[in-house]
């Protein structure tokens, strides 16, 4: 009998042992849980568009908030500072919201011209003179796609053709130059375009070769077309002219037949 009450406290002891012991793992666990859900949500100050930041553009203070960000996602290059940010350059239009990282800031010691880092990799920045119908009427604006038409007489023609030489180029810029035409100053306005070397040298040629006109592209229209150019008597061919008679005179009416159009051996037209 005095054996059992003994046994009872060493059960007792075991017992307690063994809850500490689970009390104990408990706790690790439940701090290790605690401590990533804290880690899952901690954040960090971080420097935000407040409004819409047009590329191009110095950066102004009222354009920049302060918000909190998930510190395991913050891009690298961000701010903590409306200082770090205010009198940069942005290279690309920065969306209210967005956060603000160096990669889209003209660098400090970079150069001036944003449109340097707008230039994809491999492609060039080529500018080009247009009059306003040539530029749609000044609706062309950075970010549309055109394509260019070249109006000349090629060598062995005897008439003028119209063909389209380079298409889906994307207009980096819309400027403007002064030009001396017939002894007149003009100012003329410019489009600048990305294009690939090739295509540069393309367009080199075309300038030089009679009239460019742009041609404005719906959105998403990325379909090469396959024309074979436009000459006066293609575009003429079939059509009914009526002469004015003189007084007391029957009236000739003169139709003018279709013919082939003159096959260009001008490089750029292939």
């Known amino acids: 009998m005095a054996d059992r009450p003994r046994a009872v406290i060493i059960v007792g002891a075991l017992a307690v042992a063994i809850a500490a012991i689970a009390a104990y793992a408990l706790y690790n666990y439940l701090k290790g849980q605690e401590q990533k859900v804290s880690e899952a949500v901690a954040t960090q100050r971080v420097i935000v568009a407040a409004a819409e930041i047009p590329g191009g553009k110095t950066i102004e203070a009222s354009q920049l908030k302060l918000a909190d960000w998930p510190k395991a996602s913050v891009p690298s290059g961000s701010f903590n500072a409306n200082e770090q940010v205010v009198g940069r350059v942005a290279i690309q239009t920065i969306q209210t919201g967005d956060n603000v990282t160096e990669a889209k800031l003209v660098p400090k010691e970079g150069p001036i011209s944003v449109l340097t880092y707008k230039i ?56 403007q130059t002064v030009e001396n035409r017939e002894g007149k100053a003009v100012i003329v306005p410019t489009v600048t375009m990305d294009v690939t070397p090739e295509d540069a040298e393309k367009l080199a040629i075309a300038s030089t070769q009679g009239r460019l006109q742009l041609v404005l592209r719906k959105s998403g229209d990325t379909e090469i077309a396959k024309t074979g150019g436009a000459t006066v008597t293609k575009v003429f061919g079939g059509a009914a002219f009526r002469e004015t008679p003189a007084q007391g005179t029957k009236v000739r009416v003169i139709r003018e037949e279709a013919k082939k159009p003159v096959e260009s051996p001008v490089e750029i037209w292939r």
Do not use: Y
């Open 120 to 175: 994809p990799e491999g492609h060039r920045a080529m500018t080009v003179s247009v009059d306003q119908v040539a530029g749609v009427a000044g609706f062309l604006t950075p970010g549309n796609m055109v394509d260019v038409v070249l109006t000349t007489t090629p060598l062995g023609s005897t008439q003028p053709i119209s063909k389209i030489v380079l298409q889906n180029m994307p207009i980096l810029a819309i400027g």
